[in-house]
């Protein structure tokens, strides 16, 4: 019988990103809750977590930036939006083309999300160390291309 305690070194690589990616989720959206804050979607967060409050930015580079498809990111803002926690305005150029940015509510909500991220980051520091965090961070920021 295997001990509960030991970690599992023979599971896929993808298996153990997946439990990593999925207890981080479940604590995140824990404390949210427990902040008063409504679920958030991934694609909500994708958006939140690539605006800042200096700069309104164009739903096509918001997609660049999360890597997902305008359409994808368009549905996120558009909902976004209609919460409250971005806005939009003409861009220059193209007719067509809208600047979006944060309001203040939009700010709010992703200072606390950021903030529990940090947290969260901080207790697996407690747990693995605070160097093995910070490899894994500089190991998947090289794993994959933008």
Same mark, same amino acid.
């Given at each position: 019988?295997?001990?509960?305690?030991?970690?599992?070194?023979?599971?896929?690589?993808?298996?153990?990103?997946?439990?990593?990616?999925?207890?981080?989720?479940?604590?995140?959206?824990?404390?949210?809750?427990?902040?008063?804050v409504a679920s958030i979607t991934p694609?909500?967060?994708?958006?939140?977590?690539?605006? *800042?409050? @200096?700069?309104?930015?164009?739903?096509a580079e918001l997609a660049r930036r999360?890597?997902?498809? +305008?359409? %994808? !990111?368009? /549905?996120?803002?558009?909902?976004?939006?209609?919460?409250?926690?971005?806005?939009?305005?003409?861009?220059?150029?193209?007719?067509?083309?809208?600047?979006?940015?944060?309001?203040?509510?939009?700010?709010?909500?992703?200072?606390?999300?950021?903030?529990?991220?940090? *947290?969260? @980051?901080?207790?697996?520091?407690?747990?693995?160390?605070?160097?093995?965090?910070?490899?894994? +961070?500089? %190991? !998947?920021? /090289?794993?994959?291309?933008?």
């Open positions: 019988m295997a001990d509960e305690n030991q970690p599992n070194t023979d599971a896929p690589l993808l298996a153990l990103l997946q439990r990593g990616v999925r207890h981080l989720t479940d604590e995140f959206l824990v404390r949210l809750s427990d902040a008063g694609a909500h967060a994708a958006v939140l977590a690539h605006l *800042d409050a @200096e700069e309104a930015v164009s739903t999360a890597d997902v498809t +305008r359409q %994808t !990111m368009h /549905r996120a803002v558009t909902q976004l939006i209609g919460e409250g926690l971005l806005s939009s305005e003409p861009g220059p150029g193209f007719p067509r083309s809208t600047r979006i940015a944060l309001t203040p509510a939009g700010q709010q909500r992703r200072d606390l999300a950021l903030g529990i991220l940090r *947290d969260l @980051e901080v207790e697996l520091g407690d747990r693995l160390g605070s160097e093995a965090v910070a490899g894994l +961070r500089a %190991t !998947m920021s /090289r794993a994959w291309p933008h």
